[in-house]
């Protein structure tokens, strides 16, 4: 595919990367950047990733690539509303954003919700790769009245990527990701609250996988558990339980049991590994 102009509006890592992998994928001829950060924006513009920026959309822009913060996705959706272009956004929740549409609006037929499963801990255009989405999953979570023509042009734009498609509901993926995501994020950033510096030259590469993602953006990080609460807080309470148990155990005493919850945790994640491959 290739298109005429792409439109990004939040020019950051996401944002970024998107535009650096569709100019080296050759997939659009002009790339049109709305980012209210002027350092961002300058740079963007003078490394290539983007082709230039505007204040607003363009009206001449095929597709849309909304890449703002998942509380923001809906009024830049509301104000799109009668752009002729597919309109996708990057947020990793999705019900909330659609309910918010929906309060005033019928959600525009070419709206299609997307999430990349795809990141860093870094931020900003720097931090930006063409090779981000090569391999990644993206989720679709289609509405009812999304159009079939924009559910194709969004599926091949981020399949040109490198990416590979699945679609659920909204609900469903925002309990998924409550799981693989969001809590995992709340875990390292309570778990930090406990390191002292004291601490850090006994740090080994335990410490460095389980905190990696506590350097994530804070501002970004609370604002998506803050919208995806409902899902966070049931996963939050079923690690809970898990924690106590094991937790129990080691009170206790229970050998066989704390084997037996530590070895199925071991063989999932070999599982997740062998699936990975």
């Not at 790339?31 to 001449?60: F, H, K, M, T, Y």
Request: with cysteine; glycine share 8%.
């Amino acid at each position: 595919m290739r298109l005429g102009t792409l439109a990004i509006v939040g020019v950051g890592l996401i944002g970024g990367s998107i535009g650096k992998a569709a100019k080296q994928r050759g997939l659009v001829e002009r790339i049109v950047g709305v980012e209210p950060d002027p350092d961002s924006a300058l740079w963007a513009v003078e490394n290539r990733v983007l082709d230039a920026v505007a204040a607003e959309v363009p009206a001449e822009a095929d597709l849309i690539a909304l890449c703002v913060p998942s509380d923001l996705v809906a009024q830049w959706v509301i104000t799109l509303a009668d752009h002729p272009a597919t309109i996708f956004d990057v947020g990793s929740v999705k019900s909330p954003i659609i309910k918010e549409i929906e309060v005033t609006h019928t959600p525009p037929p070419r709206f299609v919700p997307c999430h990349p499963i795809s990141g860093s801990e870094k931020s900003g255009p720097q931090a930006a790769d063409g090779d981000l989405f090569d391999g990644c999953t993206v989720v679709l979570t289609p509405l009812a009245n999304t159009a079939s023509a924009a559910q194709q042009a969004c599926a091949s734009f981020w399949e040109a990527l490198g990416a590979s498609l699945v679609s659920m509901t909204a609900d469903e993926h925002d309990a998924a990701l409550a799981v693989t995501s969001h809590l995992p994020h709340l875990l390292a950033f309570a778990f930090m609250g406990q390191v002292t510096d004291q601490h850090l030259p006994l740090t080994g590469g335990g410490f460095r996988d389980f905190s990696r993602i506590a350097a994530a953006n804070p501002e970004l990080w609370w604002r998506i558990m803050q919208l995806n609460q409902g899902a966070l807080s049931q996963a939050l309470e079923d690690y809970s339980n898990n924690l106590r148990a094991l937790a129990a155990a080691i009170e206790s005493g229970d050998e066989s049991q704390g084997l037996a919850l530590i070895e199925a945790a071991a063989q999932k994640r070999r599982a997740a590994d062998a699936t990975a491959q």
